[in-house]
């Protein structure tokens, strides 16, 4: 992964205690009016409620999990036929040693948290493909997804096939993985009192350790990838 640094600040960010309502507040009022009058009426709010939090969560993480790029708010839209100029969520990443990354974003909806591998470069997906056809590592990926799912938990990717990869038969047993161009696990939480407070810390974290099998299992049979480094929109 390639590295950033973050967007220098006025003061180094204080002790995390989590994202206020007016961080979900401002998103909701984006989500109804994405539009710069509103970005530029409401900027003090995104900094003081979404942004500053976020840098907290960045510093308070940073031991454990290492630098958390946290993406710029706004949207390329050079080559999309929606022009609104904001995203509708703050979405920070950091990735593990292994090729796992580890994200979270703050949105109108409350906070979703995850890790895996969201993307695979085409080398990662060649190797991933292979290990879930063999009957050994493709049963024992199939256990944890079914046990992460079971806790609550999302699997996504960053893109799925609509049907069976290349070489690959329609009637595959594990063909729902075999279609995602990556394995990642998610958990989407509603906004609630506890992300008001330094426990919302505690609850993303155990999310993201809640990942270590599915994480073990991919940096066994996946691993990082070896093609050059891309970019990333981050502060």
């Given amino acids: 992964m390639a590295t950033h640094s973050p967007t220098p600040s006025a003061a180094a960010p204080e002790r995390f205690t989590g994202w206020p309502p007016e961080a979900f507040d401002f998103y909701e009022g984006l989500e109804a009016d994405n539009s710069k009058a509103y970005w530029t009426a409401h900027r003090e709010t995104f900094e003081q409620a979404v942004k500053a939090p976020m840098l907290a969560f960045a510093a308070a993480v940073e031991a454990e999990f290492g630098p958390l790029h946290i993406f710029r708010p706004y949207r390329d839209v050079r080559f999309s036929k929606d022009r609104s100029p904001y995203k509708t969520q703050l979405g920070g990443v950091t990735e ?29 997906l060649l190797r991933h493909r292979e290990a879930l056809a063999d009957d050994e590592s493709g049963r024992a990926v199939e256990a944890i997804v079914a046990a992460l799912e079971a806790d609550g938990y999302g699997i996504a990717a960053s893109a799925e096939l609509k049907s069976a990869p290349r070489g690959y038969r329609r009637d595959h047993p594990r063909i729902r993985l075999l279609r995602l161009k990556g394995l990642v696990a998610m958990r989407s939480f509603e906004p609630a009192p506890w992300m008001c407070t330094h426990g919302a810390l505690d609850r993303i974290v155990a999310t993201w350790h809640g990942c270590r099998d599915l994480n073990g299992w991919l940096a066994r049979h996946v691993g990082p990838s070896q093609a050059p480094p891309e970019g990333m929109d981050a502060w």
Avoid: K
């Fill in 96 to 124: 593990g040693e292994d090729g796992e990354i580890y994200y979270l974003h703050v949105s109108a909806q409350g906070l979703v948290a995850g890790s895996g591998a969201y993307h695979m470069a085409a080398d990662q």
